[in-house]
């Protein structure tokens, strides 16, 4: 009899989980067993539409009620952020976890994967196995009694507490087993972090250390002497006038993917003289001819760099990618711009420095052998698919 998966999909934005999800359900669907992804964003689906697998529109996560704070940025904590599109309201929950319950109904999966799905998590409790799959940030450890506090640019808005009374609240109406802390909100059968260690910001706070990224392509040393400067950023950064700047500054030198962007709005750096793509490119190519890699901090494009032992520019734009920038500054890997503090503004001299930077290239160098050799040992897209067909 044929075994079904169910993959799921709830928060986060971006390409990057349906790309992960994608790896993992082709290797799934290779081995007989039928694959189906429930997504939150049908758009962003390409990825699992190319690797032949069905797809389901996701329960989305209605708004909770306003509050006087919500002008407040609030990222302190992973509470904060979860609290803020919805756990922090029963109301809000509960329609969420009655949807997962039908779609179970519907499709009873033998097994669930969960990226980044909390609810989708604690609505398969007793109805399957659930693998928690998902990059570090994205995943805390299960059996965590409070989040850590990220950083100190503005307090923590939402306490563990009141986030898991409302959470609770909303499975005792829908006759679903309630949690005890915070970290069970990604209980599971197993769970696997698709992180290097170095961008795992639970890693003290672990049983076990994260598996390593599910990769698309073997990374290999970048070229001796090359002066290429990559560029991957997203069109809301590009479009900001002193990103901008820089780029136009970097055009002799530059190749750039935006995903999604106009045509149009590339033409300008074309004529300067950059390499300009309109379509993804291999990242194992493009991290072999370059110097230094300009994204936003990322999982995915990071450990790509970290593994192809380039030198990396970070522009972060929220909680999740500074974290990755400054773990990669920390070791000497990086140096990251955050872009979320009003009076930010980025010049282009910091970014040659970067580029001309001597000792970040030979760290950079020797932390790509590391991180090449821990992969070779084991394929972390191996070792995944194994220990989801152990929960089939």
Do not use: K
Request: glycine share 6%; aromatic share 6%; net charge negative.
């Amino acid at each position: 009899m044929t075994r079904r998966v169910l993959l799921t999909w709830e928060q986060g934005a971006g390409f990057g989980h349906t790309i992960q999800l994608a790896r993992l359900g082709r290797r799934l669907a290779d081995a007989g067993v039928e694959v189906v992804a429930a997504v939150r964003h049908l758009q962003n689906a390409g990825p699992l539409i190319e690797a032949g697998i069905r797809l389901i529109q996701a329960p989305p996560w209605p708004a909770p009620a306003p509050r006087p704070g919500d002008h407040i940025p609030a990222s302190a904590t992973l509470t904060d952020s979860l609290a803020r599109v919805g756990l922090r309201d029963p109301d809000s929950v509960r329609p969420v976890l009655r949807a997962w319950l039908d779609m179970l109904a519907a499709e009873r999966p033998d097994l669930m994967v969960c990226d980044y799905a909390p609810l989708a998590g604690l609505a398969a409790r007793g109805r399957c196995p659930v693998m928690q799959a998902s990059t570090a940030y994205c995943l805390p450890p299960a059996d965590l009694e409070a989040m850590p506090v990220f950083h100190d640019f503005m307090p923590s808005q939402q306490t563990d507490d009141e986030v898991v009374a409302a959470v609770n609240t909303a499975l005792a109406q829908t006759g679903l087993a309630p949690i005890d802390r915070i970290g069970a909100l990604f209980t599971g059968d197993d769970a696997f972090v698709r992180s290097f260690q170095l961008l795992d910001p639970y890693a003290d706070l672990r049983s076990r250390q994260a598996e390593g990224p599910v990769m698309a392509e073997t990374m290999r040393e970048t070229s001796p002497g090359t002066r290429t400067i990559f560029a991957y950023i997203h069109t809301d950064v590009a479009a900001r006038p002193d990103v901008a700047a820089v780029l136009m500054a970097l055009a002799p030198r530059l190749e750039i993917y935006v995903p999604g962007v106009d045509p149009s709005w590339l033409a300008p750096l074309s004529a300067a003289g950059a390499t300009v793509h309109g379509r993804p490119v291999s990242m194992a190519e493009a991290m072999a001819r370059s110097r230094l890699l300009i994204h936003q901090g990322s999982a995915g494009v990071a450990a790509d760099a970290l593994a192809a032992g380039v030198p990396q520019v970070t522009f972060s734009v929220h909680v999740e990618h500074w974290l990755n920038g400054e773990a990669l500054a920390a070791a000497g890997l990086s140096r990251n711009f955050p872009l979320f503090h009003p009076n930010a503004r980025i010049a282009v001299e910091p970014v040659l420095a970067a580029l001309e930077d001597g000792d970040m290239a030979l760290v950079a160098a020797a932390a790509g052998r590391m991180h090449r050799a821990e992969l070779a040992a084991r394929d972390p897209l191996d070792a995944l698919t194994e220990r989801c067909r152990a929960l089939l």
